[in-house]
């Protein structure tokens, strides 16, 4: 009998429990949905339910997605249970930047659902008896401020506006997780392009009435990346161990504005020449124009580095990837 299977290769399912907050949003919710239908135990927290509660996603199958209600307020609360024996836990709760001007009080909830929530997971964290080996928690290419056209990789200083002290102290909280036997990743995301949202969706519009074009002066570089990329580098980060710290999640050939707003034209067959000038942002968007308007030539050299290959590294192919074009 065993002369029978002689040659015959065998893969071993092995099933991982893990933990997204966030995991509803633009970027999370296919980070869940690859997860489950790969057959892990996927737990998503959510303050759409009451602290503790837990509901069953329908569809996603068993183990599939589960979604836990939590209270993030900077305390452990009642979510330590849910990271007992998780691999890996991702970070991902935060209020959407551009939803909204950004008033007093909109910059204080942009910056409290960050350092809050990662608060309470690295609290949580610490309570645990069987805790994760990995801590993946959100952050953004705006942590390096308004750089111009200089090349920025993970070793580059931070910047001084308000995004960029915002992903320093949301940075400095995830770090606090850091532990012998567990490492903490920083995602310094870009522009995450796909077309059913995120700002892609934001950007069609002008040009489906003929009037897109560059934003401000055009020369500003865009740091973008396909979400299909997110999604995968997001997994292979989790299942390799060598890499800690930040990492850029971004296209290794950033653009200008100018350059993506042409791509983006001849991906939609539409012209790209009506520019959106500063002043005219700087009303509609207030302070936000600033953060739209900075330029970060952000470039993913640690996770090339370390082996990871895009699916999408131009964004003409991305384009082509998201329009079938």
């Not at 099933?15 to 690859?34: E, R």
Request: aromatic share 8%; proline share 7%; net charge neutral.
């Amino acid at each position: 009998m065993l002369a029978n299977f002689a040659g015959a290769s065998f893969v071993q399912h092995i099933t991982m429990k893990v933990v997204i907050s966030g995991g509803t949003g633009f970027l999370g919710d296919p980070l869940a949905w690859t997860w489950a239908e790969e057959g892990h135990d996927v737990r998503v927290l959510t303050r759409s339910l009451p602290p503790g509660q837990a509901q069953h996603e329908s569809g996603t199958g068993r183990p599939g997605i589960t979604r836990v209600g939590w209270h993030p307020d900077g305390t452990a609360g009642s979510i330590g249970r849910e990271l007992e024996g998780a691999a890996v836990v991702v970070n991902l709760a935060g209020e959407p930047l551009a939803d909204g001007r950004w008033s007093t009080a909109r910059k204080q909830a942009l910056h409290d659902s960050r350092i809050l929530s990662t608060r309470s997971l690295v609290a949580a964290l610490a309570e645990t008896q069987q805790p994760p080996a990995t801590f993946i928690s959100g952050s953004a290419v705006g942590y390096y401020g308004d750089r111009g056209n200089e090349p920025l990789t993970e070793n580059s200083p931070p910047g001084d506006d308000f995004l960029a002290q915002l992903c320093v102290e949301w940075e400095a909280e995830a770090l606090r997780a850091a532990h012998p036997g567990r490492r903490v990743v920083l995602l310094r995301t870009g522009l995450a392009l796909e077309r059913s949202g995120g700002v892609l969706g934001k950007m069609i519009r002008p040009f489906r009435f003929f009037a897109g074009g560059p934003l401000g002066s055009g020369r500003q570089y865009m740091p973008w990346v396909h979400r299909h990329d997110w999604v995968e580098m997001v997994r292979w980060l989790a299942d390799t161990p060598d890499v800690c710290g930040p990492v850029n999640v971004t296209a290794p050939h950033p653009v200008t504005n100018a350059e993506f707003a042409h791509s983006l034209g001849r991906a939609l067959h539409r012209p790209a020449l009506v520019p959106a000038p500063r002043f005219a942002m700087t009303m509609v968007l207030g302070e936000m124009a600033g953060a739209v308007l900075a330029g970060q030539r952000a470039l993913p050299d640690r996770a090339q580095s370390a082996g990871y290959h895009f699916r999408y590294p131009e964004i003409d192919i991305a384009f082509r990837g998201i329009f079938g074009d």
